[in-house]
């Protein structure tokens, strides 16, 4: 594969920091890093064999590069999380904002007082696959998803594959081995959320352009998937600490 069209070989900024802390993860809950790695090794083999132009490595790589450029011409990214609330979004957003949501969050469109205010603006989703119902406009409407696998949502980003096979929803791969992998990429943090703050990093945006929307660790965000509220919680820490390591401003309200 040559360089121009490989996922694994773009100009993207590693933050390494962001990277060592997907370890300190595993360790904390006690996953198994082996199976981080048959999911991504069983989801790249899985998008090869659907014929879908839109999955060819060559096709995501473009992609990359198309929100790349995107996110750059914006003089604001909103990264929305699961705790976003319309009111809050309404005061942020403009004609030069591009938005990246985590996963469900994408529902906080629906309560705008004009929706399209926030799909036009939508750049990218940030997924591992439990984010329905609401992610399944994301997928109608052919949004960029960049899902994820990780070691115990296989059964999940399988579903998913077929649905947004059937929509041609753009996809990019992403995964949390330390590894460089070949046709997929790594670009730090934990949860959905954070790894949409991390995928703006990775993908050249300042910390200062960053504006976080919906991110709190006092309550587990409305949008959010089916979860187990204690584990929740201990996820949302960790989503507090990827954010620190970032650098990005967290209002002292959310949070910290």
Partial sequence: MGVANSVSNLGVV??????????????????????????????LDE??????????????????QQIKAKLHTATKVVVIGAAAEAAELETMLND?????????????????LDPESGW?????????A??????????DRRMPI??????????EWKNMLNTCNHYS?????????PESLEGAINPGGFTDGDRAIAL??????????????GFTTKRIGRWTGQTEPETKMRKLNWMAKVIELSGVKWGENDGF
């Fill in 120 to 128: 036009s603006r939508l750049v990218a989703v940030v997924s591992d």
């Fill in 200 to 213: 703006g990093i990775y993908l050249g945006v300042s910390k200062e352009r960053i504006s976080l929307c």
């Fill in 130 to 139: 439990d984010g329905f119902p609401h992610l399944r406009e994301a997928i």
């Fill in 96 to 112: 030069e904002v591009a938005i990246i949501a985590a996963d469900g969050a994408v529902g906080v469109f629906s309560e705008l």
């Fill in 146 to 155: 960049f899902l994820h696998a990780h070691g115990d949502n296989m059964n």
């Fill in 14 to 43: 590693r933050q390494s920091s962001l990277l060592a802390l997907q370890n300190q993860v595993r360790s904390d809950f006690g996953w198994d890093l082996e199976n981080d790695r048959i999911s991504i090794h069983s989801l």
């Fill in 169 to 177: 929803s753009p996809l990019v791969l992403t995964h949390q081995c």
């Fill in 47 to 64: 998008v090869e064999r659907f014929d879908n132009s839109e999955w060819l490595e060559s096709s995501r790589s473009n992609l990359i």
